[in-house]
């Protein structure tokens, strides 16, 4: 992993919710929504009825279904 994703990293608790995840992708939580959390195939946690996401879940997303 390069050295700016690991800067970047370290300003996010280990589990995000929707909005630090759509702000780590530097897009809008309702795109996050759109392009993202409604994949079968993404992976989230769920603590009680709130789900939350990895960085390293959201960058293999983005990696696996690039153009």
């Known amino acids: 992993m390069k050295m ?3 800067k970047e990293q370290s300003k996010y608790p280990y589990l995000l919710t929707r ?3 759509a702000n780590f992708l530097g897009i809008d939580p ?3 929504d759109k392009y993202i959390r409604s994949h079968d195939n993404f992976q989230r946690f769920m603590l009680g009825r709130h789900e939350r996401y990895t960085i390293k879940s959201l960058i ?5 279904h690039a153009c």
């Open 4 to 6: 700016e994703h690991f």
């Open 60 to 64: 293999e997303f983005i990696e696996k």
């Open 19 to 21: 909005e630090q995840a």
């Open 30 to 32: 309702k795109s996050f």
